[in-house]
C-alpha cells in the first residue's frame, strides 16, 4: 500500500503543521487464487492443444489447418488478456482530507455533447445536466457547458427551463421535497418535443430561424451565470451550437469536444475538465471531489492525466439479453499499466494536458518560456485564447470573468475555419482520424508519458443508458469496433507510439488487444462453419471419438466457460446473464457475424478507397413522465430481439440456416458429396454445430415469430440463397481431408 500526499501543479496551501493525511491510496489487488488457476489452466491447455495441431497438420486436410490458423488467433487473444489484466491496482480516495487540506478546491469545466434531438431527446440531456449541477462541490468552481451539435431549439428550450428548476431544486433539494416539480418540467419538455406545446421561434429561439443541422453560423448562449459566485448557488450554465458549413469536415464529437474547449478557455478556463455523454449522468453526489483527491493527491502529477470512471449502465434487464452489461470489461488489471483507457465519458482531464503538455515540458522551467507566435501557430488566432492557454501551461489560476462579454471571442473560435493550420486534432485538444476519438486521445496522452487512474466508486460515478433493441446495440458496437480499426491501421498505431514515443510495451500489448477486437470478426466466423463444412463434405476438424486428444479439446471449453462463469458468480449475476454474455459478450459468435463483421468490413471499403466511415448516433430512450419503472420488467417482451431488413441480422441467419442443413443432413439423409471418403461422422463436430444454433437461439426463435419480433422475409430470402450457395461450393469445392 503506498500513501499519498497532497499536491498538484498549483500551490493549494496545507493547513496542518502536521504531515499531511493521504489523499488517495493506491493498492494492488489480489487475485483470488481460483482465478489465477484457471488462467494458467487455460493458457497451458492452448499451448498443448497448438503444439498437438501443428505436429499432427500432415494427417489432415484442410480443415483441420483452417481450424489451428483460428486456434492460434483465440490464444493470442487470450495471452494478450492475460498481460493486460495481470496486476489489478485499485484506488481509495479521502474526500475529507481534501476538504481540510485544500482551502480552495481547483475550478472543474463540465462538458455535456449531444448530436441529435431526435435520437437523443432533450430530456436526457436535462437529466445529465441537473446531475452535474447538483454534485456536492462549490458552484461558483462548477461550469457547465453543453454541444448541441443538431442545433436544436428545444434543446436550448430545455435548459432555459432546466435552469429555472434548478435554481431552485439545486440548493433546496435534500431540503424540500419538490418531485412534482420535476414532474412538471418533464411534462413541458415532452410537450415542446411532440408539439401539444408551441414553441415560438423567437425571443432567445430567433437564432435558429431557418436554421439547418449542417449549415448555420455559431450559436452561443449563456443560459445563466452566477454572477455573485455564490458556492451555494447555480453554476454557469452555456450553451453551444458550433458553427456547421457543407464544406467543411466536422469531426464529428472530436470536434465538438475541441469547440468546448476553446469555448471554455475563454470564459472560465478551468484547470480541470469533465466530459459526459448526453446520457451520463453522475450518481454519485461527490464524484468531483473524489476526482480531484486523485487528480492532486500524487506526488508526481504524471501518475493522473486524467481520471476515467467505468462505463456502467443503469436500465438493462437483471439477465442482460443483449450484452449491455459492462461488468466483464470494468476489471482493474489495466490501471496496473499505464491505467485505464480514455473512454470518451465520465472522465477527468488536466487542461494543460488536453492542450498537448508533454513531461518533458511539465519540468517547472515553462514559466516565462513561452514562444507567442509558436502558441498562436498552436492554438490559433485569437489573443484571448493564446492568452488563457498561457496561463494553463504556465500554471496561473485565472481571475473569474465575465462569461457574456466573452461570447463574441467564443463564437470567433467555434467557427469553421479556425482550426486551418492549427494544432487542434493534431497534437492539441481531442485527436482527429477515427470516429472513436476518444481512445486515439488518450493513447497520444499515454504515448506522451502521462499516465491515467481509474476511478471505481460505489456507488458508481456516472452512470447511462444502455441500448434498449439488439439493432441499437449492435449498431453502437459496429460504430466501436469501425473506429478501433482505424486507429490500428494508421500512422496513430500504438505500435508507432512504443517505437518512436513513451507509451510502454505492456499498454501497447493492451492497446492492440483492444484494437484488433474487429478482426476476431473473420477467424470466428471461420471456426464457426468448419462444423458445418466438415459435416457436409464428410471431413472432421477434431479428433475422433476415442482419441485421447479430444479430452483436450472439451477441458479448453470447459475451462474458458467455468472461468467467464465464475466472474458472473463473483459478481452475484445469474446463469442467465452469464448465457447471455456467452452468446452476446464482446467476442461472442453472435457479435463477431454481425458488429465485429460489418465494421472490418466498413474499414476494408475506406483502407481501399470505396466508401468513407459514417458516424452512427446511438438512440437514447426518452424518459416519460407518464411510465411505470417497473414497466420494462414487467413487461413480456422484454428482452426479446426485435428485427427489421437491416443487412446486418443476414450473416447469423445464413449461419443458422448452414448449421440447421448440415444437422439435418446427418441425421436425415445421405451426405452431399458421395465423392468424399467415407469417414465417422463423429459426435464433436455434431456437438459443434449444435451449440452454434443454441447460440443463435433468438435468431430461431425469430423465424417462428410475427411482427417485429420476426426475421423479415426478405431478411430470409437473402440468407437462404447464401446458405445454399454455401452447401453448393461445399459438394463442388469440397477441401482436402
Request: proline share 6%; charged share 15%.
Amino acid at each position: 500500500m503506498s500513501h499519498i500526499s497532497a499536491r498538484s501543479s498549483f500551490s493549494y496551501p496545507i493547513m496542518s503543521d502536521s504531515l499531511p493525511l493521504p489523499l488517495c491510496e493506491k493498492t494492488s489487488v489480489k487475485v483470488p487464487t481460483l482465478q489465477r488457476a484457471l488462467e494458467i489452466v487455460i493458457l497451458f491447455l492452448f499451448t498443448c492443444l497448438l503444439a498437438y495441431r501443428l505436429f499432427s497438420l500432415t494427417d489432415h486436410g484442410i480443415p483441420w489447418l483452417l481450424a489451428f490458423l483460428c486456434e492460434s488467433w483465440f490464444a493470442f487473444n487470450w495471452v494478450l488478456n492475460l498481460i493486460t489484466l495481470w496486476t489489478p491496482m485499485d484506488y481509495k480516495t479521502y474526500p475529507n482530507n481534501l476538504l481540510q487540506q485544500v482551502p480552495e478546491l481547483p475550478a472543474v469545466d463540465m462538458f455535456v455533447s449531444t448530436a441529435d434531438p431526435v435520437l437523443e431527446p432533450p430530456i436526457v440531456t436535462v437529466n445529465t445536466v441537473l446531475s452535474l449541477l447538483a454534485v456536492d462541490y462549490p458552484a461558483h468552481k462548477l461550469a457547465c457547458y453543453v454541444s448541441d451539435d443538431g442545433c436544436s431549439p428545444l434543446t436550448l428550450f430545455s435548459l432555459i427551463e432546466a435552469s429555472k428548476f434548478a435554481r431552485i431544486w439545486v440548493p433546496f433539494c435534500k431540503k424540500y421535497d419538490i418531485q412534482d416539480e420535476y414532474e412538471s418540467l418533464c411534462q413541458k419538455i415532452e410537450g415542446a418535443g411532440d408539439h401539444s406545446v408551441p414553441l415560438d421561434i423567437s425571443g432567445d429561439y430567433a437564432t435558429f430561424a431557418h436554421k439547418q443541422t449542417n449549415n448555420h453560423p455559431t450559436v452561443i448562449k449563456v443560459i445563466w451565470e452566477n454572477k455573485q459566485r455564490l458556492s451555494d448557488g447555480l453554476s454557469h450554465l452555456v450553451y453551444v451550437a458550433r458553427e456547421k458549413r457543407p464544406n467543411h469536415t466536422h469531426h464529428y464529437k472530436a470536434g465538438a469536444m475541441n469547440v468546448l474547449t476553446r469555448v471554455s478557455g475563454l470564459m472560465t478556463n478551468a484547470p480541470f475538465m469533465l466530459n459526459v455523454d448526453c446520457d451520463m449522468y453522475a450518481s454519485n453526489s461527490k464524484i468531483v471531489l473524489h476526482a480531484m483527491c486523485l487528480l492532486l493527491g500524487f506526488k508526481h502529477e504524471k501518475q493522473g492525466a486524467f481520471v476515467q470512471c467505468p462505463q456502467i449502465c443503469y436500465d438493462y434487464l437483471k439477465v442482460d439479453p443483449f450484452g449491455n452489461s459492462m461488468s466483464m470489461t470494468l476489471k482493474p488489471g489495466i490501471a496496473g499499466i499505464q491505467g485505464p483507457v480514455y473512454a470518451g465519458t465520465g472522465c477527468f482531464h488536466r487542461r494543460k494536458v488536453i492542450y498537448g503538455l508533454s513531461l518533458q515540458d511539465s519540468t517547472g522551467h515553462i514559466q516565462g518560456n513561452l514562444d507567442v507566435e509558436a502558441v498562436k501557430d498552436r492554438f490559433g488566432n485569437s489573443i484571448e485564447l493564446i492568452s488563457s492557454a498561457t496561463n494553463i501551461l504556465a500554471e496561473k489560476v485565472d481571475h473569474p470573468r465575465d462569461l457574456s462579454n466573452a461570447v463574441e471571442e467564443a463564437c470567433k473560435v467555434a467557427s469553421c475555419g479556425f482550426e486551418h493550420n492549427t494544432s487542434w486534432g493534431k497534437q492539441v485538444g481531442w485527436i482527429y482520424g477515427s470516429i472513436t476519438e476518444d481512445l486515439l486521445t488518450g493513447m497520444k496522452i499515454h504515448a506522451r508519458g502521462w499516465k491515467s487512474i481509474l476511478c471505481m466508486l460505489d456507488p458508481p460515478g456516472f452512470v447511462g443508458c444502455a441500448p434498449t433493441s439488439v439493432l441499437v446495440m449492435l449498431t453502437q458496437r459496429k460504430r466501436w469496433i469501425t473506429g478501433l480499426l482505424e486507429v490500428l491501421f494508421s500512422k496513430s498505431s500504438p505500435i508507432f507510439s512504443t517505437l518512436n514515443a513513451k507509451l510502454e510495451f505492456r499498454m501497447c500489448l493492451a492497446y492492440i488487444w483492444i484494437l484488433i477486437w474487429g478482426l476476431h470478426s473473420i477467424p470466428a466466423l471461420c471456426y464457426s462453419l468448419l462444423p458445418a463444412y466438415c459435416i457436409m463434405t464428410n471431413s472432421h476438424f477434431l479428433p475422433k471419438i476415442g482419441e485421447p486428444a479430444l479430452l483436450m479439446f472439451a477441458a479448453l471449453f470447459l475451462a474458458n466457460n467455468l472461468y467467464n462463469l465464475y466472474f458472473y458468480l463473483e459478481s452475484g449475476l445469474s446463469i442467465t446473464a452469464w448465457w447471455n454474455y456467452q452468446r452476446m459478450g464482446p467476442r461472442s459468435t453472435v457479435l463477431s457475424t454481425t458488429s465485429l463483421l460489418f465494421g472490418t468490413i466498413s474499414v476494408v471499403l475506406k483502407l481501399v478507397g470505396i466508401s468513407e466511415v459514417v458516424f452512427e448516433v446511438t438512440q437514447k430512450d426518452e424518459y416519460s413522465s407518464s411510465s411505470d419503472d417497473d414497466q420494462n420488467a414487467n413487461d413480456a417482451n422484454a428482452g426479446k430481439f426485435t428485427f427489421d431488413e437491416s443487412p446486418i441480422f443476414v450473416p447469423p441467419t445464413t449461419l443458422l440456416f448452414v448449421h440447421l442443413t448440415a444437422l439435418a443432413t446427418s441425421f436425415l439423409g445421405p451426405k452431399l458429396t458421395s465423392s468424399a471418403p467415407q469417414v465417422s461422422t463423429g459426435v464433436g463436430k455434431i456437438v459443434c454445430s449444435v451449440w452454434v444454433v443454441i447460440s443463435f437461439w433468438p435468431f430461431l426463435r425469430g423465424l417462428f415469430e410475427k411482427g417485429k419480433y420476426g426475421i423479415p422475409l426478405s431478411t430470409i430470402l437473402k440468407s437462404g440463397g447464401l446458405a445454399m450457395l454455401f452447401m453448393l461450393c461445399c459438394g463442388k469445392f469440397a477441401l482436402p481431408l
